[in-house]
């Protein structure tokens, strides 16, 4: 079945989902219409998790460990140490950086010296990135 929303041309619906997460573009649009997961499945992402439900963010970083598909979609990551969310290490136990090629960005919030230094190892595979 289609919806009109589908109908618009993809430059639209790609600006419309410049307003949205990528955890909000995937859970609510990616298994909607092959037509949206196609196009979805072709859009550079910039993920954002700082101030992300503990729930969708587990979620969400499943579902990016299991898809090398989504994985090169990425090209700007920001974590956040906070609220003992710990999400720089829980992101890292199940997407390794060296897995986000296209990674161009990286923000880490909040840094512990020990997850640093396993960092500082991993930014040497991503050519893409540039430190700054």
Do not use: W
Not at 24 to 31: A, E, L, R, T, V
Not at 101 to 130: C, E, G, P, W, Y
Request: hydrophobic share 45%; with cysteine; charged share 15%.
């Amino acid at each position: 079945m289609y919806t009109k929303f589908e109908l618009l041309p993809n430059e639209i619906v790609i600006e419309c989902f410049q307003y949205l997460t990528a955890a909000d573009i995937f859970y609510s649009f990616d298994q909607l219409t092959y037509h949206l997961h196609t196009l979805i499945r072709s859009i550079l992402l910039h993920i954002n998790f700082q101030n992300i439900q503990k729930s969708i963010f587990d979620g969400f970083c499943h579902r990016i460990a299991i898809n090398p598909e989504i994985k090169s979609q990425i090209i700007s990551l920001q974590l956040a140490n906070k609220d003992a969310c710990e999400q720089i290490q829980a992101f890292l136990s199940l997407v390794p950086l060296n897995e986000l090629v296209h990674l161009r960005s990286l923000i880490l919030i909040n840094l512990n010296a020990d997850i640093a230094k396993q960092i500082k190892i991993m930014l040497s595979f991503l050519t893409n990135l540039s430190c700054s």
